[in-house]
């Protein structure tokens, strides 16, 4: 998200645009900010965030707020390919994306700023709800390659697959990890 607060279009937050279920607004409010960063001179966007907010509890810390498309993982995805696609056409190619944060944090058991959070799921589970929107959005079926993000940032989270027993550094130290989960 951006802490650009003056002079520029604004825009709705990443819950508002996945709650109107349109691919083409995700593409749109994208190509607002790439054009947008490319005349500022930035380029690269730390974004957009394909957290899938799964299970969302009130009373379970996040700090993912509005920052989600939404909790679907399909969507997640749907919504970041149109995003990641409008800011790639809205600045020419100039402002690189980078995808976040790997593989996802939205089951997390607390706010990743004040302690390292961790994801308490089986490797299936995984599969079928965080990394959807991450394989969405590093290949294209079409082949049209402006829905590809152009880097992953991991998420500095733990994960503990149930019934694997594993050592639960964070995912953003553990290359061992990140090479079984790839």
């Known amino acids: 998200y951006t802490h650009l607060r003056n002079g520029l279009t604004g825009i709705p ?14 593409r749109i409010v994208g190509e607002i900010v790439g054009r ?5 001179g930035v380029n690269m966007l730390l974004g957009p965030s394909l957290d899938v907010l ?9 700090d993912l707020g509005t920052r989600s498309f939404g909790g679907d993982p399909y969507w997640v995805g749907v919504m970041g390919q149109a995003y990641i696609q409008g800011v790639h056409e809205g600045s020419a190619g100039r402002v690189s994306t980078v995808a976040k944060h790997f593989p996802g944090l939205g089951e997390s058991d607390r706010r990743i700023n004040q302690e390292v959070a961790l994801v308490q799921k089986s490797l299936e589970e995984v599969k079928q709800v965080e990394l959807v929107p991450f394989f969405a959005v590093t290949h294209r079926e079409d082949g049209n390659p402006l829905g590809v993000t152009d880097a992953l940032m ?11 027993r594993m050592n639960v550094r964070p995912f953003s130290f553990d290359a061992e990890a990140m090479h079984e989960l790839m």
């Open 13 to 26: 937050n990443a819950m508002a645009i996945g709650a109107t279920w349109e691919a083409e607004n995700a």
């Open 36 to 40: 947008e960063l490319d005349a500022l």
């Open 54 to 62: 799964d299970r969302p509890r009130p009373e379970r810390p996040s």
């Open 154 to 164: 991991t998420g500095h989270v733990r994960f503990r697959f149930q019934g694997i």
